[in-house]
């Protein structure tokens, strides 16, 4: 029983932010092929757009870092976690922030 506990939790993480990046590519190449990205006026308005979701996961990743040095979490599972929730943010903000104006 022990070993089963230990190889999902191993495992966990690894299906948890795989199944996010799936989500995330298929939706963005929904998006292109129905041509309808995001698109901003001004160059700097379209340089955050297009930066929001690589953003995301290094927020994110910073944020498990700091999470991990106060809770009992291992490192390595907390910047995968990190990263992937961070990848759904950035493209939750991306959709938000391509919708205004």
């Not at 297009?50 to 995301?56: F, V, Y």
């Amino acid at each position: 029983m022990g070993l089963a506990l230990e190889i999902a939790r191993i495992l966990l993480p690894v299906v948890i932010v795989g199944g996010i990046a799936i989500f995330v590519v298929m939706r963005m190449k929904h998006k292109y092929k129905k041509g309808t990205l995001g698109k901003k006026e001004s160059k700097g308005a379209q340089n955050l757009l297009d930066n929001l979701i690589p953003l995301g996961m290094m927020i994110g990743c910073a944020v498990a870092v700091l999470l991990s040095m106060f809770f009992p979490i291992p490192l390595l599972s907390t910047i995968g976690l990190g990263s992937g929730i961070g990848l759904l943010f950035g493209y939750l903000a991306y959709e938000i922030y391509s919708k205004k104006g």
